[in-house]
């Protein structure tokens, strides 16, 4: 089967992982994404996966209600850790080879974040998930992604969100695609639309950088 891309970053929204929940993590979503990464890596297409955390918590919304800034953002992380591990579970029950990364370093939840060691994870067919965001406060999931598909390399960024409506990279993400001339493929995400990206069948959004 053809694949548009050989080396992919998916960039996914942490609400689509509370299906149809407000908030939190539902199983049956986990599954369904881990599903469709799992034919993405059986087609022989080397993936990362960034997920944002905002169906856990927001640390931009906690701030303007008067959370310190810096708090908030780590408890943003923390959640993407969270989401990390989920989608890590549901890869592994799905078969699908899988390694989780972390930015702030928990041994006995996943790994410490280590280029080379992406790049052997990806070179052995794995799908590797970056969580933990930079590891810094004042970033966004989305620098993460644009930063983790710069260091592997990713031929592109697919972002994926619940409704692309008003959607947009913050600036410097915007700026990170641009200097490693990465393009970003904006889509709302349903079931399917992971592989018909990667086929080429569903050009989604390009995102002007």
């Given at each position: 089967m053809f694949a548009r891309y050989k080396r992919v970053l998916l960039k996914l929204s942490g609400d689509l992982l509370a299906g149809a929940r407000e908030s939190g993590i539902e199983p049956s979503a986990a599954e369904q994404l881990a599903r469709e990464i799992g034919?993405?890596?059986?087609?022989?297409?080397?993936?990362?996966?960034?997920?944002?955390?905002?169906?856990?918590?927001?640390?931009?919304?906690?701030?303007?209600?008067?959370?310190?800034?810096v708090t908030g953002d780590y408890i943003?992380?923390?959640?993407?850790?969270?989401?990390?591990?989920?989608?890590?579970?549901?890869?592994?029950?799905?078969?699908?080879?899988?390694?989780?990364?972390?930015?702030?370093?928990?041994?006995?939840v996943a790994e410490g974040y280590i280029r080379k060691k992406a790049l052997q994870h990806l070179d052995k067919g794995r799908a590797v998930i970056f969580s933990g965001g930079t590891g810094n406060p004042f970033f966004t999931t989305d620098t993460a992604a644009a930063l983790r598909a710069a260091e592997i390399k990713a031929e592109v960024i697919l972002k994926g969100v619940p409704d692309t409506a008003g959607v947009v990279l913050d600036a410097a993400a915007q700026a990170l695609c641009r200097e490693n001339n990465i393009p970003v493929i904006l889509f709302k995400y349903a079931p399917g639309?992971?592989?018909?990206?990667?086929?080429?069948?569903?050009?989604?959004?390009?995102?002007?950088l």
């Open positions: 034919e993405v890596v059986d087609l022989g297409v080397e993936i990362g996966v960034v997920l944002g955390g905002g169906n856990i918590f927001r640390g931009e919304s906690a701030a303007v209600n008067g959370m310190d800034r943003g992380m923390l959640a993407t850790i969270m989401n990390g591990v989920a989608l890590h579970d549901a890869l592994e029950k799905q078969g699908c080879p899988a390694r989780l990364q972390t930015a702030i370093f928990m041994d006995s639309s992971i592989m018909q990206l990667i086929r080429g069948a569903n050009p989604g959004q390009p995102v002007e």
